[in-house]
C-alpha cells in the first residue's frame, strides 16, 4: 500500500497552461516535501510545508498545504518547457515515518 | 512485494566507527540512488548508479563509498562516522530515468554521538 498517493501520474501540458500536481495522505501529516527531478539529473529540493494552510512559492510554483484534507497541492502557472520532469511529494507521516510518493511525470509541449 | 528494502531501520554511532547501510531491491531496477535528509534540508544525494558494477558520485559524497555488485543491492559504507553524518539515509530505485518513477525504502534514521 501507498501511504502517499500522487496524482496525476503523468501529465502532457502545452507550454502556458496552468497545471496542479496532489499528493495525498492516508495519515496525518507533519511536513510535505516537494522535489522535482529534471530528466538525467537528480532531485532538486523546491520547498518545505509545515503548518496547515501554509502556502510557499518558488518562480512560478506554488505550493498548499491542506491538513484537514491530508493533501497538498503543487501548482505552476504558465508552464515552460523548463518545469518538465518528475515531481515528488515527501511526507513525514505521524511523526516518526518518512515516506514519498511515486512520482508525477510532467511533460510540456512547446 | 518487498520493493526496497533498507536496514537497519535505526542506529547510533560513536564518532570515528564504521558501519554499512544497507539496501536491496528487487524489482530488477537498473537505477538506484542513496539520499540523505536532514531536518528541512530535503534529499540531498550522495552516491547513484545505472547498473551493475557502475556508480557515480552525487552531491555530497565525502565519507561515503558505496559498491554495486549485483542489480540487487546498493550498500552504502561510512568508514569514519562523524556527526555531521547525523541524518535519515533513503535508498532509492527506478527501472531508468525520465517518467519513470522512484520507489523509496522506509529510511534509516543514523545517529552518530
Known amino acids: 500500500s501507498q501511504e502517499l498517493e500522487q496524482s496525476p501520474q503523468s501529465l502532457i501540458v502545452q507550454e502556458g497552461k496552468n497545471l496542479t500536481i496532489n499528493c495525498t495522505s492516508s495519515?496525518?501529516?507533519?511536513?510535505l516535501y516537494w522535489y522535482k527531478q529534471k530528466y538525467g539529473e537528480g532531485l532538486i529540493f523546491l520547498m518545505m510545508?509545515?503548518?496547515?494552510?501554509e502556502e510557499k512559492s518558488h518562480e512560478k510554483i506554488t505550493a498548499k498545504l491542506d491538513e484537514k484534507k491530508q493533501q497538498s497541492s503543487l501548482h505552476i502557472t504558465a508552464s515552460q518547457p523548463s518545469h518538465a520532469g518528475i515531481y515528488l511529494c515527501?511526507?513525514?507521516?505521524?511523526?516518526?515515518?518518512?515516506?514519498f510518493g511515486t512520482g508525477t511525470s510532467l511533460t510540456v509541449i512547446p | 512485494n518487498a520493493g526496497v528494502t533498507q536496514t537497519p531501520k535505526f542506529r547510533i554511532l560513536k564518532i570515528g566507527q564504521s558501519m554499512t547501510l544497507q539496501c536491496t531491491q528487487d524489482?530488477?531496477?537498473?537505477?538506484m540512488y542513496w539520499y540523505r535528509q536532514d531536518p528541512g534540508m530535503g534529499l540531498k544525494l550522495i552516491y547513484y548508479?545505472?547498473?551493475?558494477?557502475?556508480?557515480d558520485k552525487g552531491e555530497v559524497p565525502n565519507g561515503y563509498n558505496v559498491s554495486r555488485s549485483t542489480t540487487e543491492d546498493f550498500p552504502l559504507r561510512l568508514e569514519l562516522a562523524a556527526p555531521s553524518q547525523t541524518s535519515v539515509y533513503f535508498c532509492?530505485?527506478?527501472?531508468?530515468?525520465?517518467?519513470?518513477?522512484?520507489?523509496f525504502g522506509s529510511g534509516t534514521r543514523l545517529t552518530v554521538v
Open positions: 532509492a530505485s527506478s527501472r531508468g530515468q525520465g517518467t519513470y518513477g522512484y520507489t
Open positions: 495519515k496525518t501529516l507533519y511536513g
Open positions: 510545508l509545515q503548518k496547515g494552510g
Open positions: 515527501g511526507a513525514d507521516i505521524s511523526g516518526n515515518q518518512f515516506y
Open positions: 524489482m530488477n531496477h537498473n537505477y
Open positions: 548508479s545505472v547498473g551493475a558494477g557502475i556508480t
